[in-house]
């Protein structure tokens, strides 16, 4: 089996996750263009959010991050060969079907529940018409679930052979598959709201289809049978079932959030809007290495090699916080400008503008945990510890639905994204002080921590320069025949100033990234 290359498995579900990040975000602009943050954009984006939660719920957050680890060293085998495909093959058959199962009981009592998941979620728009539109839209969305769901379970498979491109593009796929559909709807005068919520199953199928053929492309034969309990699927339910309770308790925090915003009109079209621009830079630096790391560091683990374990874990961080400081600095200091020039069109309005990029600004504030937390997780996966993360998590929730809860009466929808980011750094500050106990293989090397003082000093540079620069442009970024141009010329010298300040004082060396790309190579 050939060896993961990390840099490039970087760059390649970097670049597929920045793709379907930047299609995601087109879709946002045109369903904020046609909906705005109305009743029908609420009601649609609250069902398409349950059958999301649940999926990271069962698979992504949990599941997957258990199953990755026992496939892996079953495909490498104990001596580093390849000698045990068959057997991996056949766990993740048994897998498979154990998922689909649960699942297809899963969804089809969470269709018929629907009104309470509903108002389990955003008990605020009971009463008014947006309730009877999510129930209407997440009876026909939920279904995703169960595609979406086998997908990350095969994506599993394609990244634990290396081949990042084809589970990278399955967002993509759905992304572009919701832009045609609403091209057609606004064309054809469909229905905007069930045209939205009826492309969502059907992107599900397209995933599934679209993996499961490149998984035989691979000469990975996965056939479904009745789920029957094998030793191995004994102990991934042992590893996962904390993973699962902590991946509960991730979506709990996301209830909380959706519940404090739904007592405000256009709250929760304003945190789902941030959200979509603050997942550009979280998906590309942290999934891409969060995907990267755990079939890496699970293999390291295996051979006992801590060295290489250790150059995977501080090349990890380094990159995370490399791309990750400077946009989080951007996302807080042009936050206004940003959502304006996007996503002002059409159905927008200004108090949309306002209302979504106080909720960015707060997100920008804890997007390096969330970046961290992708990177410091893998730490506990790759040893198969799941109890650890799970113990934080609740910590984290607690931290979560007293900061929102209390704070909502004061400060409104803010309360939800606040709590949010407070809640993400608890999470990092556990996760780190937990990994101390690990060993050398789980310590930042030294340059790590000689080129984190620099990023940082970089970051608030380019800061200073956004700030100037958004003051001078002025009206420029407001006026409809400017603010494009203008935007583009506010983001190019933040990204010049940032990149100058960082190759003079030392924070980032292009000869040693050239040098790890052509040792990857060879």
Not at 15 to 26: C, D, E, K, P, Q
Not at 55 to 70: D, H, I, K, L, S
Not at 183 to 212: C, E, K, N, R, S
Not at 294 to 303: F, G
């Amino acid at each position: 089996m050939k060896p993961i290359r990390l840099v490039k498995g970087f760059l390649t579900v970097g670049s597929w996750t920045f793709a379907s990040r930047l299609f995601g975000f087109i879709r946002d602009m045109m369903i904020a263009a046609y909906l705005g943050s109305g009743p029908v954009a609420e009601a649609f984006l609250v069902a398409f959010s349950l059958p999301n939660m649940f999926r990271r719920f069962f698979a992504e957050g949990a599941f997957n991050m258990a199953f990755v680890p026992m496939f892996s060293k079953k495909l490498a085998g104990q001596n580093g060969q390849t000698g045990d495909r068959q057997e991996a093959e056949r766990f993740a058959s048994d897998a498979f079907s154990m998922l689909g199962t649960a699942l297809i009981i899963f969804t089809i009592v969470g269709t018929i529940a629907m009104p309470v998941l509903v108002w389990a979620m955003a008990s605020g728009f009971i009463g008014d018409a947006r309730f009877d539109l999510a129930v209407e839209y997440g009876r026909i969305a939920f279904s995703y679930i169960l595609f979406i769901s086998l997908v990350a379970l095969l994506s599993g498979v394609l990244n634990s052979f290396g081949s990042f491109t084809e589970a990278s593009f399955v967002p993509v796929l759905m992304n572009i598959m919701f832009i045609a559909s609403i091209y057609m709807a606004d064309h054809f005068g469909w229905d905007m709201g069930l045209t939205l919520a009826w492309t969502v199953p059907v992107t599900g199928i397209a995933q599934l289809a679209f993996t499961w053929f490149s998984a035989r492309r691979l000469g990975f034969r996965l056939v479904p049978h009745w789920p029957r309990m094998t030793p191995d699927l004994k102990r991934l339910m042992i590893i996962a079932g904390p993973a699962v309770l902590s991946g509960g308790v991730v979506q709990i925090n996301l209830l909380v959030g959706r519940q404090v915003a739904s007592f405000t009109d256009g709250a929760v079209a304003w945190l789902s809007y941030a959200d979509r621009l603050y997942q550009l830079p979280l998906g590309v630096v942290a999934i891409a290495i969060g995907t990267v790391l755990l079939p890496a560091l699970s293999r390291h683990l295996r051979d006992k090699d801590d060295i290489a374990a250790r150059e995977t874990f501080s090349r990890g961080m380094e990159f995370a916080l490399f791309l990750t400081f400077p946009a989080a600095v951007a996302l807080v200091i042009i936050a206004d400008p940003l959502v304006s020039v996007l996503y002002g069109r059409g159905a927008w309005s200004d108090q949309d503008t306002y209302g979504t990029a106080l909720a960015l600004a707060a997100y920008g504030v804890g997007l390096p945990a969330f970046v961290l937390h992708k990177v410091l997780q893998p730490l506990y996966y790759a040893r198969e510890d799941s109890r650890s993360p799970f113990r934080f998590a609740l910590v984290s929730m607690v931290v979560n639905v007293v900061f929102a809860v209390a704070l909502q009466p004061v400060i409104g929808f803010l309360a939800a994204a606040l709590a949010t980011t407070v809640s993400g750094w608890v999470m990092v500050i556990q996760l780190w002080l937990g990994a101390r106990k690990m060993g050398s293989a789980a310590h930042p090397d030294a340059r790590f921590w000689a080129r984190l003082w620099r990023i940082i000093l970089a970051s608030a540079v380019m800061g200073v320069a956004l700030w100037g620069m958004a003051g001078w442009l002025g009206d420029s970024l407001t006026t409809a025949g400017t603010r494009y141009g203008a935007l583009a010329a506010l983001c190019g010298v933040g990204i010049a100033v940032y990149f100058l300040t960082a190759g003079l004082i030392g924070a980032f060396g292009l000869g040693e990234f050239k040098k790890m790309l052509r040792r990857q190579r060879t």
